[in-house]
């Protein structure tokens, strides 16, 4: 993990009195087993050279550095009703990545549910609510964010039919009369 300490250690045989280590970002050190902190992840060739009166060896290995994956629950959304009073809401962490290309698994939390998942939908009934989207990375490192949702009845009234009564709205002595409307 980026700006996580590694510690290295020597651990060569034959006495050596001398040490050049190249940490492979263009860091170097004389120590025996010095520490080291990555600002980036990645792959990098560590190479320790050795020695002594007798002659001197070198030896390189790789140090991988994880970068945590970056989580993405898209962007905050209002969604419908239907004719249930429930709406199908899909969340979307699609934009989730992983720098290092590993494997990503997702978990969401809210509306006192647990989803597993990129895109899983789930039924809502009208208000608000927070999703938190966590994804881990193949490598255990984990990144969170969260969407909030709204549902809400846009569904404007209709009228369907309206009745007065009376019906007849001329009576035959030309006098107004109470009239009531229902829908």
């Given at each position: 993990r980026p700006c996580q300490r590694v510690q290295f250690a020597d651990a060569s045989v034959g006495a050596p009195s001398e040490w050049s280590w190249q940490v492979g970002d263009g860091t170097t050190s004389c120590e025996r087993s010095p520490a080291h902190s990555y600002l980036e992840g990645g792959n990098y060739a560590v190479t320790l050279a050795t020695s002594n009166g007798?002659?001197?060896?070198?030896?390189?290995?790789?140090?991988?550095?994880?970068?945590?994956?970056?989580?993405?629950?898209?962007?905050?959304?209002?969604?419908?009703?239907?004719?249930?009073?429930?709406?199908?809401?899909?969340?979307?962490?699609?934009?989730?990545?992983?720098?290092?290309?590993?494997?990503?698994?997702?978990?969401?939390?809210?509306?006192?549910?647990?989803?597993?998942?990129?895109?899983?939908?789930?039924?809502?009934?009208?208000?608000?609510?927070?999703?938190?989207?966590?994804?881990?990375?193949?490598?255990?490192?984990q990144a969170t964010d969260i969407v909030d949702v709204t549902v809400a009845d846009t569904t404007p009234p209709a009228i369907e039919q309206v009745a007065a009564t009376p019906a007849m709205l001329w009576p035959p002595n030309h006098r107004l009369v109470p009239v009531e409307v229902a829908a």
């Open positions: 007798c002659g001197s060896t070198t030896v390189t290995k790789y140090v991988s550095v994880n970068t945590p994956p970056q989580a993405d629950a898209g962007v905050d959304k209002t969604v419908s009703v239907g004719a249930s009073c429930l709406a199908t809401v899909t969340l979307n962490g699609t934009g989730s990545t992983d720098p290092d290309g590993g494997a990503l698994t997702f978990s969401w939390t809210g509306a006192g549910a647990m989803l597993e998942g990129p895109t899983p939908t789930i039924q809502l009934g009208i208000g608000d609510y927070s999703f938190s989207l966590t994804v881990t990375d193949d490598l255990g490192e």
